[in-house]
């Protein structure tokens, strides 16, 4: 089944950078259908399902695009973990839907260190005591 193009003058940047670990805004997509004049009068947004689109979350209403959860720069959980989030945006309105894909690259941050040694450790009495502390950053 194709679709029709009945929404117009979808306006987004096709690449976004986000910065890791921040939440909020993605970005605001707008679409017209060209039937009211107003930016997203009439549009109901959604996401493809699959993929990276489950990462996102899109107000139906406004557009605005969201991460689930706050994206990790060293921890990529797009689908191939290169940290560029492929998504598709669908703009429907009472005529059709128009689909957008878009790419959403996570950039890093200078994250504050984490210390990854255990919490607790034991000590036999009279032994000898090494304890290895890991730092990563
Ligand atoms: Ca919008
Ligand atoms: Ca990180
Ligand atoms: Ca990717
Ligand atoms: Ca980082």
Redesign the pocket.
């Known amino acids: 089944m194709g679709f029709t193009s009945k929404v117009h003058e979808y306006q987004i940047l096709s690449a976004i950078e986000f910065t ?1 670990n921040e939440i909020g805004s993605v970005t605001d997509v707008d679409a017209n259908d060209g039937d009211s004049g107003s930016k997203d009068v009439g549009i109901t947004f959604s996401l493809a399902s699959g993929g990276d689109n489950d990462l996102f979350a899109i107000d139906n209403s406004t557009g605005v695009l969201t991460f689930v959860s706050s994206p990790d ?2 921890v990529p959980t797009d689908a191939n973990t290169d940290n560029y989030y492929e998504i598709t945006v669908i703009a429907t309105d009472s005529d059709g839907s128009t689909n957008k894909n878009i790419t959403i690259a996570v950039t ?4 504050a260190p984490q210390i990854t040694s255990s919490a607790t450790t034991d000590f036999a009495e009279n032994g000898t005591y090494c304890f290895r502390c890991t730092i990563n950053r």
């Open positions: 890791e720069y060293e890093d941050a200078n994250d």
